[in-house]
């Protein structure tokens, strides 16, 4: 999960449409960012667990980055921060994609069972070859995200998130659907641009 997850956190911008607005506060690794890109769609990811559907919300300061989405590239000289949400039913123990609003609580691959409601975040910086720069980023490890917002995977809300990196940063998402987003998600290697 984490690699899968760390390809696609400093892949991952919006669309460029220019519809949505993000926030971005605080700093992980001394690294901060002006969101320019807020983009999100209903996909499935693969944890160490196996996969899951859930909703892909990615927040970056790369621009165009559905284009480069849809070209399978990632964005060089990014920062971006990704999360994940998906619902857990609790009597038969398959996973959704959110389908009504709700709190996410940060959930840890290792730590027991899932919430009912949990969340992945990740926070990822690429370089200008479009390698992860491992000592910028982080994994969130604790905190929420109320999900304010659901319309045809466009999802709006806040985040208070923690970090293995002894961070936090808070914010607000109101993204644009970027169907690429997916497609982009379900590849194992991607394209430098």
């Known amino acids: 999960m984490t690699r899968h997850l ?4 400093t892949a991952a911008a919006a669309c460029g449409n220019g519809s949505g607005s993000a926030t971005f506060n605080g700093t992980v ?3 901060s960012m002006t969101p320019k890109d807020y983009i999100s769609s ?42 994940f949400l998906s619902d857990v039913d609790r009597g038969s123990g398959v996973f959704g994609v959110p389908s009504g609003l709700a709190t996410y609580t940060v959930f840890t691959v ?3 069972a899932p919430p009912t409601h949990f969340a992945v975040a990740s926070f990822g910086v690429n370089d200008a070859s479009c390698n992860q720069i491992a ?6 490890v604790a905190g929420t995200v ?5 319309a045809d995977g466009a999802y709006a809300g806040t985040y208070d998130l923690s970090f293995d990196s002894g961070d936090r ?3 607000a998402f109101n993204t644009a659907v970027c169907r690429a987003l ?6 194992s290697t991607h394209g430098c641009g």
């Not at 989405?69 to 990704?82: D, F, H, I, T, Y």
């Not at 109320?146 to 659901?150: H, K, N, S």
């Not at 997916?182 to 590849?187: K, P, W």
């Open 135 to 140: 000592a910028q980023s982080a994994t969130a």
């Open 182 to 187: 997916a497609t982009y998600l379900a590849n």
């Open 110 to 112: 290792g730590s027991g």
């Open 146 to 150: 109320a999900l304010t917002g659901i």
């Open 29 to 31: 690794h001394g690294q």
């Open 42 to 83: 209903p996909a499935t990811v693969s944890f160490a667990s196996g996969t899951a559907p859930v909703a892909a919300i990615v927040i970056s300061d790369a621009g165009a980055a559905c284009t480069r989405l849809a070209a399978n590239q990632e964005p060089k000289s990014s920062r971006s921060l990704v999360i």
């Open 6 to 9: 760390a390809a696609f956190l």
């Open 169 to 171: 940063v808070t914010g």
